[in-house]
């Protein structure tokens, strides 16, 4: 096979591949979407550089809460690690976690199609 | 089971230290390898009750980030316990370090209960250490919260005062059950803690007002007023009944029956 017949064979599956990642992508935001109408909306007021120290945790709603902690405890986690903890579902989870983003708790990191979340103590001076 | 134990109180003068250092002893008796840290930077006593007054590293420093775990931990110079199973990580007592860590900010909490969390990395994964103890302040200050949070399971100390009985189950209530922890309480200086009319009484009371497991029911010894802190019990007198009860507690903590 010539090389331009295997770039051509590979475009489909890559074009197929961009189209699921974007699909997901939108989905996680329809996710948060759905948590902001279920949730008071106050909850996901932005605070930039915001620390999540105990009394913040003391302060969070129980849902979130319980997020928080378990990446807490698990440092760097996706949302499927995060809910084999807490035994919930991983679109929830990934609801809370992206809520946490927005309210600049956490930091989002995407690798490939992974999404990874993370408190950035270190970064917080 | 490896475990991180916090071992707090509401009210200070509860015999919290003692009952910590006590437990690690006992622990490390039965061939644990066990490391105990004084979180209680404003008034620290860990230095003093294990007589390593000498020391010139502090667990201040692991917080501040200006040093590592590895070089804080010290073996300790116990008899029983003589066998390098028992390691501490003492807070300065200096009035300027005392200052300084009563005057941190939110971030640089946040960044002290990253470096609690990472113990359980640190020393239970890569250093092999069966037990954690934290010693913490009473009442609802920062450093006790971090080790709540950063804790297994966490033992209540509490008397039968009525403020300490009122305050606890407050505590209990609007802490504890926010972070779902596993909690047992260890009520100590009881009066006539041998009367089993007494037990009984107390066993319902503990569990009808804080609605957790009693771990522990510690007589008022006067052996251990006599002793002025200079005696580790579980150590220096292995067959006194407050030693059989830590030994008890420490069985029932590694049965993970709470």
């Known amino acids: ?125 | 089971m490896k475990k991180i134990i916090a071992v707090h109180s509401y009210k200070g003068g509860t015999g919290k230290t003692s009952l910590s250092v006590n437990l690690a002893a006992s622990l490390a008796k039965r061939g644990r390898k066990v490391a105990i840290l004084d979180l209680d930077f404003r008034a620290p006593s860990l230095f003093s009750i294990l007589k390593m007054e000498k020391s010139t590293v502090w667990l201040n420093d692991y917080l501040n980030g200006a040093s590592t775990i590895s070089k804080i931990l010290q073996k300790t110079n116990g008899k029983v316990v003589s066998n390098g199973k028992l390691f501490a990580g003492l807070a300065n007592p200096a009035t300027e370090a005392i200052r300084d860590m009563s005057a941190k900010d939110r971030k640089w909490e946040m960044r002290a209960l990253g470096r609690l969390l990472s113990l359980r990395n640190s020393l239970l994964k890569e250093q092999d250490f069966d037990y954690i103890l934290f010693d913490t302040s009473p009442g609802l200050q920062y450093s006790s919260i971090n080790a709540i949070v950063a804790a297994d399971l966490v033992v209540v100390a509490t008397t039968c005062d009525r403020s300490d009985v009122d305050g606890t189950s407050r505590m209990l209530r609007e802490l504890y059950n926010l972070f779902e922890k596993k909690t047992g309480v260890v009520l100590n200086k009881v009066l006539d803690a041998n009367l089993n009319s007494k037990k009984e009484e107390l066993n319902k009371r503990i569990k009808d007002v804080y609605q957790v497991p009693l771990l522990g029911l510690v007589p008022c010894f006067c052996e251990l007023l006599k002793a002025q802190g200079n005696l580790i019990f579980v150590q220096d007198r292995p067959n006194h009944p407050f030693t059989k009860i830590m030994d008890e507690i420490a069985i029932r903590i590694e049965k993970d029956e709470i």
């Open chain 1, 1 to 125: 096979m010539k090389k331009n017949d295997i770039l051509l064979s590979r475009k489909p599956l890559h074009i197929l591949e961009k189209i699921k990642e974007n699909l997901e992508r939108l989905n996680e935001k329809m996710e948060v979407m759905i948590e902001i109408q279920r949730h008071d909306k106050k909850e996901l007021q932005a605070f930039p550089d915001a620390s999540l120290d105990v009394m913040t945790l003391l302060s969070m709603p129980d849902h979130l809460r319980k997020t928080a902690m378990t990446i807490c405890r698990c440092g760097r986690a996706t949302a499927q690690e995060i809910a084999q903890h807490t035994k919930r579902a991983r679109a929830v989870e990934s609801a809370y976690l992206n809520q946490l983003v927005l309210m600049g708790y956490l930091k989002k990191e995407r690798i490939g199609r992974k999404a990874y979340f993370f408190i950035d103590r270190d970064n917080q001076e």
